[in-house]
Structure formats: structure tokens, C-alpha cells
């Protein structure tokens, strides 16, 4: 089951290429005080969160670097269609999501390499260098979105065709795998127990998104962004890739165990998303 992770993101990647123009990059231009604060956030802000709290929480070697992992992964395209129910600005998250997704693979393996060698240290069984992380990883998400733009800007007609479908069926492979590790996680002992987990790192899981998308409001009230750009940058900044996450940690360093902090934050993340939603849908579009 291991090449489904590789697979959907590759797929998700592509079709968020083929939604994706030149302009929503130039846009990162103009709305440079959201953007600057956004890719901030995702960038900087979740990593240093993450090791700050796996710290705190005196949190295992594996669970610790799993923390780190799903807050190196900026989030992907579920986070474009959460910012459009919540009614926040749909044009910034997906330039938000282009800009974070197509640099990813330069800044996930440099946070995933510190992690392995702040909290594995010596123990670490698993080395892995730059470009070798790099060079999957931008195969599997810089390069399917590129793919997707030249597909929606020569064959416009296919982009429209294949969008949906390669999102659907991604999607249903992605939660088959999260049903398949969550139920091997339930039958496990020890630190690949689903209980185990759990305790120990559902609240650190939890405290992430909160903290992360607490300084996104906070910092969008500061810069006196209007309420529908707050709102996007709140999920931008609090939603991770947990898909990225599952294939870092299953595929490229073959240790399931760094999946677990990802497998707690699909749920804690769609609770978090849910609440910005409701806002979202009071307020309406008169902010």
C-alpha cells in the first residue's frame, strides 16, 4: 500500500496545476501583506511551533519528528476548497498553496533532516541526504503542478475534464489508506498502538493547528487584513499536507511510525477548519 501515498499526491498536485495560471502568481505580488504573512506562517511559523511543542511535550524520537513532518508540509489542495466554505478569498489560497507547494521540495527535506538530527541524533537509523529527498519530492509535487499548468493552458478542454475525477479518485485512495493504517494501528502494540499515540500526541497535534492559527488571526488583525483574507489565511496557515506527510513517512523513509502525528491531524484539522467555516458562513461575505 505503499505507492498510494506517492500516487494521490502526484494526482492532487496535477490537478491543482490544472486550476493554476500565471496570474495566480503574480497575484503573490500585489497582495504581498497576506502573502508575506501566509507563506510565513507555513514556512516558518508551524516548523518552529512544532519543535517547540515536541520539546515541551517531551514527545518520543519518532512522534517528534512526525510533528515536524506534517508542520513542514504546506497545505495542499483541500485547503483551497475549506477557504471557499468558510467564504474567505479563494484566489489567495490557491496562489498560497501554488507558491508553497512548488518550493516544498527545496524546504521539507532541510526541516526533516533537522528534525532526524535534533531528536534521532546518534539513534537515527534512516540517512537520508538533501538531494535525495529533494529530488522525489519535487518530482511529485513542483513538477505535477507545472504539468497541470501546461495542460490547462494547451489543452484547456482535458484540465476541465480531468480535474475532478483525478481529485475524487485520489481522495477515495487516500482515505482507503487511512482507514487500512488506522485499523493496523488498532491491532498494534506498543508506539504503533492508535491508543498509545493517541495519548501522547493527539494534544501536541491539536495544540499546533491551534497556536499556528491563532498567529494567523492575529497577525492578519495586525496588518488590518479584511475578515474574508483573515479567514484564508487562518486555514492556509493551519492546514498541513497530511498526504505529503503519509508519503514522506511511508515511502521516501520507510518508517510508519513517522505517519502517526499526520494520521491524528486529518480529523483535529477538519474540527479546527470547521470552526473558521461557521464563522465564515455568520459573517457572509459583509465583513
Known amino acids: 500500500m505503499n505507492w498510494i501515498p506517492t500516487l494521490t499526491l502526484f494526482a492532487m498536485m496535477l490537478a491543482l496545476g490544472m486550476t493554476l495560471q500565471v496570474s495566480d ?26 519543535f517547540g511543542l515536541a520539546h515541551a511535550f517531551s514527545l518520543p524520537a519518532t512522534q517528534a519528528i512526525g510533528l515536524v513532518l506534517i508542520a513542514a508540509c504546506p497545505g495542499g489542495v483541500v485547503s483551497n476548497v475549506l477557504t471557499k466554505l468558510a467564504r474567505g478569498d479563494v484566489a489567495l489560497s490557491i496562489s498560497l498553496t501554488a507558491a508553497s507547494s512548488v518550493v516544498a521540495f527545496v524546504t521539507v527535506p532541510f526541516l526533516v533532516g533537522l528534525a532526524m538530527t535534533v531528536f534521532a541524533g546518534e539513534d537515527r537509523r534512516i540517512e537520508l541526504g538533501f538531494g535525495e529527498m529533494a529530488a522525489p519530492l519535487f518530482l511529485t509535487t513542483a513538477l505535477p503542478v507545472l504539468a497541470g499548468m501546461l495542460v490547462l493552458r ?92 503519509l ?27 470547521g470552526a473558521v467555516i461557521v464563522v465564515g458562513r455568520m459573517k457572509g461575505e459583509h465583513d
Open 25 to 50: 502568481f503574480r497575484r503573490l505580488m500585489v497582495l504581498r501583506r497576506a502573502v508575506a504573512l501566509g507563506l510565513t506562517g507555513q514556512l516558518v511559523l508551524l516548523p518552529t511551533v512544532a
Open 247 to 273: 508519503m514522506i513517512a511511508m515511502v521516501m523513509l520507510d518508517e510508519q511510525r513517522y505517519a502517526g502525528p499526520a494520521i491524528l491531524y486529518l480529523p483535529a484539522m477538519f474540527l479546527f477548519a
Open 154 to 245: 494547451f489543452w484547456p478542454r482535458w484540465a476541465a475534464r480531468l480535474h475532478r475525477p483525478l481529485l475524487g479518485i485520489s481522495t477515495a485512495l487516500l482515505m482507503m489508506l487511512l482507514v487500512g493504517l488506522t485499523i493496523g494501528m488498532l491491532r498494534s502494540a506498543a508506539e504503533l498502538s492508535l491508543a498509545s499515540l493517541f495519548v501522547s500526541a493527539m494534544l501536541p497535534v491539536m495544540a499546533l493547528i491551534a497556536i499556528s492559527m491563532l498567529v494567523g488571526l492575529a497577525g492578519a488583525r495586525l496588518l488590518r487584513l479584511d475578515g474574508a483574507t483573515t479567514r484564508t489565511i487562518a486555514i492556509e496557515i493551519g492546514l498541513q499536507n497530511f498526504n505529503l506527510a
